[in-house]
DNA sequence: CCAAGTTTGTTGATGTGTCATCATAAGGTG
DNA sequence: CACCTTATGATGACACATCAACAAACTTGG
């Protein structure tokens, strides 16, 4: 039941590694580019649309979230004028996101030192075997975690 | 400069995967306990340690929080009677924090379905090949992240 | 010994995430 | 069509994390 020794530590250093790499890269890309790690997630995909234009429910599909999150920072990130809100055209419940210029002149602007930042610490210490390993065992992981509820 | 397909696959599964495992063990956790996985990860070193008393600042290093994110959380589990707060003999600065019977028992009675859930979405996926590699690469990753700045 | 610098812990303000709830609108079934 | 269920997005309340600032106590170099 208890974990041996390798389990223990293994699980401890994914703890770990995820916590300090996510505060390393929060703390780059807000010094550098004043995005959070939010911001980013979300302007990804968005500039990555054809007119930077997104339905809400589409972005939260995209980005993994719950809509009530996205609603959230989808209202700070309008206060500062990095997106727009519109009405959906096709169901009138829905909300389309729009991308503003000055929210694609930030992703372009960050982007740069943030997967360099990337680099430097996630992918440049690993090997092709690594990488390869890390590919299969993370497919492995996540469909164990869809069969979860 | 950019990723490549099997980076980018990695990096965002990497990102995806925690954030998923993330989110169904805090639910499972709070669901089964009431206990958050902040709450957890404080009670696992102060019930390892000897009559459950651990200085504010060693805790602080053992679960890797800054000073500030402990107290505010030690203030929120002292209200709900799973720690007290005790002063320091040895350094008058200092703060001791003493795990109550409350909170021993808290953690005896989360531990085992929790451990039950790593073990269903992490532990069990791995194959012995895949902890080695995984034992490998985080600790040459953390290597890493700790020459950042 | 003393002044300067450092460490420790707390606090209040602010930004962020989650939950329960709601209003509105679509979809499906009789 | 009417009805029930589901989907979508927004909201307010609350829990939580981060930041800057602070007070008190320790440490160190003169």
New interface residues.
């Given amino acids: ?3 041996n020794d ?2 223990a ?3 401890r ?2 703890l ?6 996510q505060a ?1 890269l929060e703390r780059r890309l807000a010094r550098d580019s004043g995005l959070s790690l939010a911001d980013y997630a979300l302007l990804v995909p968005l500039s990555e649309s054809p007119d930077g234009l997104v339905r809400a429910r589409d972005l939260a599909t995209a980005v ?1 979230w719950e809509r009530s999150r996205l609603s959230h920072h989808l209202s700070r990130m309008e206060s500062r004028a990095l997106i727009t809100r519109e009405t959906c055209p096709d169901d009138a419940r829905g909300a389309m996101v729009r991308l503003t210029p000055e929210g694609r002149a930030a992703i372009t602007a960050a982007a ?1 030192d943030h ?2 930042t ?9 090997t092709d075997a ?6 299969d ?9 869809a069969a ?2």
Same sequence: chains 1, 2.
């Fill in positions: 039941m208890w974990l390798r389990e530590r293994v699980w250093a994914h770990a590694l995820h916590r300090d790499l390393v993994g740069p997967v360099a990337v680099r430097r610490t996630f992918l440049d210490p690993l690594d990488l390869a390993a890390l590919d065992i993370y497919s492995r992981l996540s469909a164990a975690l979860e509820e």
